[in-house]
DNA sequence: CGCACTATTCACAAATTCGTGAAATCCGCG
DNA sequence: CGCGGATTTCACGAATTTGTGAATAGTGCG
């Protein structure tokens, strides 16, 4: 039953993998799931049932990626069975909005720098640190962009 | 006392982001605190006091940052202190091997694109974001050698 | 050589995370 | 309205993670 629809060990990977770069396990799975749907997506219990968990563990992953964007919550009128599926432009906008994150690390790198007196090297080090950060903050959404257009 | 060195705040705070971008919590507090160390490192006994942790602790942590070359011990001959510093580049390089993930995750979604049949939708959204991400893996060292070249 | 001190390892304890089952809630439909 | 099915919430238990203390090992110096 949960071999019944392609992609399971690609997903369960790709899945691994994510849960390894820090992701929560549960809601990697659902995504990686989530790939691999039918166009209509997939129903909390069909999750379930695909990933072989209960019922509560999808309600708790889909909220976790709700709250991310990552996906979104399709319910068709006239239907209460609530359908879910990735966002189309998830993944590009988790990269847009890491950006901030970058650009605060980086302050804080330079207020520790600000404090740090009489280690020239450190200091200089910690500047350094924190201009890369920044830059990336400023190039990271450029890059997404650049993406879409070269994808036209 | 362990306020005799400045940044522990803004150290703290960093450490705090890096633990929820799924470093691990004391890793990421080791790392934190020798942004701001003298410039001739932290002694691990050092990093215990400061941290407010066993001497065990920071040899934990500081063996999960050698292996991912964030951190280098330096070892002055005829001094058996062992004092740790930041590698220069550990985020550069840390960026640029993480390009070959990526690029890993993308083979995954187009393996799952390829066994998922009768959802053209679907497929073709898994096969926007595996080229989305080969995009980023060939990107992202291009970027930090870009940096390099302003930098200087 | 062995002393003094530092760093590492190991087993255990505390704390946090994760997922389950059962109860409660919600909602379209008869 | 209330029924039936789906989803969410909640408290608990399991399992993994995280850090400590004590013992071990390594090393320069007397």
């Known amino acids: ?5 392609a992609g399971i060990d690609a997903a369960e990977q790709g899945a691994a993998m994510l849960a390894a770069a820090g992701m929560p396990r549960m809601p ?4 990686m799931a989530l790939v ?3 166009d209509e997506g997939y129903t909390a219990a069909e999750l379930a049932d695909r990933l072989g968990v209960s019922a509560a563990a999808v309600s708790g992953a889909v909220r976790y990626l709700q709250s991310m ?6 319910s068709k009128p006239g239907d209460r069975l609530a359908r879910y599926d990735l966002m189309d432009d998830g993944w590009r906008s988790m990269v847009i909005a890491n950006a901030p994150l970058y650009a605060k ?7 520790i ?4 007196t009489d280690a020239p ?6 500047r350094d640190m924190a201009a890369f950060l920044r830059y990336l903050a400023e190039r990271m ?3 997404v962009e650049e993406w879409e257009n070269r994808r036209r």
Chains 1, 2 share one sequence.
């Open 28 to 31: 990697a799975r659902v995504m």
């Open 141 to 143: 959404p450029e890059l």
């Open 113 to 116: 720098a600000d404090e740090n």
């Open 1 to 5: 039953m949960s071999d019944e629809h």
């Open 105 to 111: 690390l980086g302050e804080y790198l330079d207020t």
């Open 36 to 38: 691999g749907s039918p």
């Open 121 to 126: 090297a450190s200091v200089s080090r910690a």
């Open 69 to 74: 964007r990552i996906i979104q919550r399709l």
